[in-house]
């Protein structure tokens, strides 16, 4: 089945600079690619998405890239802020229908004023 | 925006027994789903529902593990009887279908098994 990598556990970005995620995936099928963000004791929420038509999609600060060669995927969030700090994680959705996400480990993002 | 909400926040239960994690899934949403976090690990997806049925379960979703949604009300989770292993936090989530920003993710209930 789908494996989802995230390498970096943690991340810490002064604030201002760009802070990259990178995530790996092991199947091609795979067609959706989610990114959430988890504040101390709250929920996932949803920060931006890029389906496999595509290999590149921005909103503000955060633009998604897809290598879909490499199964590779990033999220960069530029010009940080200390409220962008938050555990990163990247998902992917395999291609069976049933709408399932598989989740990368996580990555802490810490931005230091 | 809308939110899932997961009740209890936190369970502490003795291992052999019943425990019900419940979930009150955003309003006009169609697919439920339980994901599975232990400490320092992934988030692993455990089962969808739609529809009144199980659409899929993954190996973690042990013969002691059930999901139902009777009414249209909560959304449940029950693991009967309980083992050590099953100490994790557990996310309910709910969507109205594919690759759609409204998957909206609950806070996650604390199961520690003792």
Same mark, same amino acid.
């Given at each position: 089945?789908?494996?989802?990598?995230?390498?970096?556990?943690?991340?810490s970005?002064r604030?201002?600079?760009? &802070?990259?995620?990178n995530? +790996?995936? +092991?199947?091609?099928?795979?067609s959706?690619?989610p990114?959430?963000?988890?504040?101390?004791?709250?929920?996932?929420?949803?920060v931006? *998405?890029?389906?496999?038509n595509?290999?590149?999609?921005?909103?503000?600060?955060?633009t998604?890239? %897809? *290598?879909?060669?490499?199964?590779?995927?990033? %999220?960069?969030?530029t010009?940080?802020?200390?409220? *962008?700090?938050?555990?990163?994680?990247?998902?992917?959705s395999p291609n +069976?229908g049933?709408?399932k996400y598989?989740?990368? &480990?996580? +990555?802490?993002?810490?931005?230091?004023? | 925006?809308?939110? #899932?909400?997961?009740?209890?926040?936190h369970?502490?239960?003795?291992?052999?027994?019943? #425990?019900?994690l419940n979930?009150?899934?955003?309003?006009?949403?169609?697919?439920?789903?339980w994901?599975?976090?232990?400490?320092?690990?992934?988030?692993?997806?455990? #089962?969808?529902?739609?529809?009144g049925?199980?659409?899929?379960?993954?190996?973690?979703f042990?013969?002691?593990?059930?999901?139902?949604?009777?009414?249209?009300?909560?959304?449940?989770?029950?693991?009967?009887?309980?083992?050590?292993?099953?100490?994790?936090?557990y996310?309910?989530?709910s969507?109205l279908?594919?690759g759609?920003?409204?998957?909206?993710?609950g806070?996650?209930?604390?199961?520690? #098994?003792?």
């Open positions: 089945g789908e494996k989802v990598e995230q390498h970096q556990s943690t991340l970005v604030e201002g600079d760009s &802070a990259v995620i995530c +790996t995936y +092991t199947d091609t099928a795979s959706y690619f990114w959430y963000k988890q504040e101390a004791g709250k929920s996932l929420h949803f931006i *998405d890029i389906r496999s595509v290999d590149r999609k921005q909103s503000q600060r955060l998604v890239l %897809l *290598d879909k060669k490499a199964k590779r995927f990033s %999220l960069h969030i010009a940080t802020q200390p409220e *962008d700090s938050a555990i990163y994680f990247c998902a992917a +069976t049933n709408y598989v989740f990368g &480990a996580g +990555t802490r993002l810490k931005v230091i004023a | 925006g809308p939110k #899932v909400l997961q009740i209890p926040s369970q502490i239960i003795d291992m052999g027994q019943m #425990v019900t979930c009150d899934p955003v309003s006009n949403h169609l697919y439920f789903y994901y599975k976090q232990i400490l320092g690990q992934q988030m692993e997806f455990l #089962v969808n529902f739609y529809n049925k199980v659409m899929e379960k993954s190996k973690l042990k013969d002691q593990f059930s999901v139902e949604r009777p009414d249209g009300s909560y959304f449940t989770l029950k693991i009967q009887p309980t083992a050590l292993e099953d100490s994790a936090v996310f309910c989530a969507s279908g594919q759609e920003s409204d998957y909206t993710f806070s996650g209930t604390r199961l520690l #098994v003792i």
